[in-house]
């Protein structure tokens, strides 16, 4: 054998883009075999925080919606019959009043039910002797808006003086703000577990470059690039993050499911709106993807930044 | 490729410390062209591997000017190393193997740094490792072979990718003289394909299997003048008429 022959068939590509390095086993950089798991859990409680979140956001929005025109007017006043010609005379009025879509004067019964768990129903309670305001509950085309309660009430001091007015949201506006807070900080959590994934994988990615750092030093003596160098750290990452992506969607969604049955079997009204939507979902089973793309991007940038410091 | 009389390489007042410690290399000026056969010798702690390091672009000189290929090598952008470093071929003194690559990955992975695809890659390879004696272990890890098989692997690693200069750190250490001998060969074929070839040895038989080499000695970190190559003009060696000049450029 001559050399021509031994060198000849060989194509030369010196100029041309590379081959990735991942494709020929040239380095096999371990990110750390804890490295999934560590994945996975942040996965895990990423999922359960933006559920979480999805759901707290539902079911405000649930609540607000059906809040949102609602206007409840008490006819406050001991003496039942001036109370029964106060809200006749309201509810009179209110059904000619422009911008009204529903006005309803809360029947007995239904106030009996409001009241039976602080009341009771045994025989012989007298609920009906007690001075319980009438109720009136209203339907406003559009928001009630402070301006508008304002003027209802306003017009309903002239038929009816002892009469109350408050937009149903009102009462509610404590507990938004709870959940507008629970929902900053789901956010603040996902926040926090996207740095915990970052600073895993640098650490992760440090440490493969240190222990890998003589087959690097060779390969770029070979003529590899950073850029052939950084992609097998970005697979390693990217297998890492993928399988723990998984195994932490398919722990968070079963811990979801498990506490939306728990709340579910609460019966509340304002938890029966938090359910997830199929939009949810898809933002949950997309939280992998985006854990994969960060650990990928995280490995990247870091190799690169450690290899732009060798020669 | 360069043209046939531009000068390949080119060291001008050349030194190289390591840190605050005192100069390993100084003053080394040299040019070498392309096709030619050098032999750089010298001590134990002359300062061979240190210029061999600065001829492979693994180390930055502390002051003077290097040209490789044409272009200002001190300046070169970290970009552009890959594109000169797969121009050159290096055999390490320690071998440099990837550990957890066979015999066979280990040859191939110039060409795959380079991009060469698969189907291309397992013939030459393969022919390679069957020059250096070495088709039956193909598939064995460094770990698995002798220091000699260990620098053969090395030795076709360099080699594979047909460069337009070889540097050798004592290639021929750790082999039976016949091996030896073989190897020489082997780079004298590629010499004669038009690859310049830089053999750091102090192996005086090895050096006398090649007359027309050209010789650089360093003493000290200093290079020395054996062959009357770094004289000016340069002298033309023995039996080279006709051909460009060769050797050495004025100190």
């Known amino acids: ?311 | 490729m360069s043209k046939p009389d531009a000068e390949i390489v080119q060291f001008d007042n050349v030194g190289l410390r390591y840190g605050t410690g005192k100069e390993v290399l100084t003053d080394i000026s040299f040019t070498l062209y392309p096709g030619r056969f050098y032999f750089l010798t010298g001590a134990s702690g002359a300062g061979k591997t240190s210029l061999l390091k600065l001829l492979y672009l693994a180390q930055r000189p502390s002051r003077g000017l290097i040209r490789m290929f044409g272009t200002d090598a001190i300046t070169l952008p970290r970009e552009r190393l890959p594109g000169f470093r797969r121009r050159l071929g290096v055999v390490f003194q320690d071998f440099r193997l990837v550990q957890h690559l066979s015999a066979f990955d280990n040859v191939a992975l110039p060409l795959r740094v380079a991009g060469v695809s698969e189907r291309e890659i397992a013939k030459p390879v393969d022919e390679m490792l069957d020059w250096v004696g070495l088709a039956d272990r193909r598939h064995a890890r460094p770990a698995t072979l002798s220091g000699g098989e260990q620098q053969r692997v090395a030795i076709a690693r360099a080699v594979i990718a047909r460069p337009d200069m070889l540097v050798a750190d004592e290639p021929t250490g750790n082999v039976d003289p016949e091996m030896a001998l073989k190897l020489l060969q082997l780079f004298e074929s590629l010499n004669r394909l038009g690859t310049t070839v830089v053999v750091a040895t102090h192996d005086v038989h090895l050096i006398r299997k090649v007359p027309e080499s050209l010789i650089m000695r360093l003493d000290k970190g200093r290079l020395s003048d054996p062959t009357g190559a770094l004289r000016y003009p340069p002298r033309r060696p023995s039996g080279e008429a006709g051909r460009p000049p060769l050797g050495f450029a004025p100190a």
């Open chain 1, 1 to 311: 054998m001559n050399a021509a022959a031994l060198f000849g068939s060989l194509r030369r590509s010196r100029d041309g883009e590379p081959a990735l390095l991942s494709d020929t086993r040239t380095a096999d950089p371990r990110l750390g075999s804890p490295m999934p798991w560590v994945i996975a859990i942040v996965i895990a409680l990423t999922v359960i925080a933006a559920a979480s979140g999805l759901a707290l956001r539902n079911a405000a929005a649930r609540a607000s919606a059906d809040l949102n025109g609602g206007v409840t007017v008490q006819i406050v006043t001991a003496a039942p019959a001036d109370r029964n010609h106060q809200a006749d005379a309201a509810l009179a009025m209110l059904e000619k009043t422009p911008g009204v879509i529903d006005a309803r004067h809360v029947a007995q019964s239904e106030l009996d039910t409001l009241l039976e768990p602080w009341l009771g129903t045994r025989p012989g309670d007298t609920i009906d002797d007690l001075p319980i305001p009438a109720l009136i509950d209203l339907r406003l085309a559009g928001p009630a808006t402070p301006a508008r309660v304002a003027a209802l009430r306003a017009r309903i001091a002239g038929v009816a003086p002892s009469a109350r007015v408050d937009a149903q949201a009102a009462w509610l506006t404590p507990v938004f703000r709870a959940i507008a807070t629970l929902q900053w900080l789901a956010g603040g959590l996902i926040a926090l577990l996207a740095l915990a994934t970052i600073a895993a994988v640098v650490l992760s990615a440090r440490n493969a470059l240190v222990n890998h750092r003589e087959t690097i030093e060779i390969v770029h003596m070979l003529g590899g690039t950073d850029a052939q160098i950084a992609r097998v750290f970005q697979h390693t990452a990217a297998m890492d993050a993928g399988i723990g992506g998984v195994i932490g969607l398919i722990t968070g969604t079963v811990a979801i499911v498990i506490l939306g049955r728990q709340f579910s079997a609460l019966g509340s009204g304002m938890v029966g709106g938090a359910a997830l939507g199929w939009v949810d979902w898809l933002v949950i089973v997309l939280i992998p993807l985006g854990g994969v793309a960060l650990a990928v991007l995280t490995a990247r940038l870091t190799v690169l930044s450690a290899l732009r410091r060798m020669l």
